[in-house]
């Protein structure tokens, strides 16, 4: 089951899916991560050992971007559905995601 104010079914407009996101987000006690641009969500997921392991990247926005997201500690990233490298410099994860649509990232960390 899912935590109260976390919705099955998310909504294809922009303002809706940002609000449902955001109610996700608190629900969930997740933290958003520092994404460019702004109109882009993103959250990372841990294992038991503390170390990222999955990061989801959420464009609501009406068109196509590429996402910087923060990632510290990920030294490299995959497309989990794809299996497409995907960029990593530094502490940030460069990634091209369409409108309306969430890419998830298998994360292998440094440590």
């Known amino acids: 089951t899912l935590p ?3 919705p099955l079914l998310l909504p294809a407009e922009y303002a809706p899916l940002a609000e449902a996101v955001d109610r996700a987000l608190v629900a969930t006690g997740a933290e958003r991560l520092a994404a460019e641009p702004t109109a882009v969500f993103s959250t990372i997921h841990v294992d038991t050992h503390g170390e990222p392991r999955v990061l989801f990247v959420v464009n609501p926005s009406e068109s196509a971007v590429e996402a910087v997201v923060l990632a510290p500690r990920v030294r490299s ?4 559905l794809t299996s497409e490298d995907v960029l990593v410099t530094g502490e940030h ?3 091209s995601i369409e409108k309306h649509s969430v890419r ?4 292998a960390s440094s440590s």
Not at 77 to 80: S, Y
């Open 77 to 80: 990233a995959r497309d989990a």
């Open 93 to 95: 994860v460069v990634v």
């Open 4 to 6: 109260v104010g976390v």
């Open 104 to 107: 998830m990232l298998e994360l």
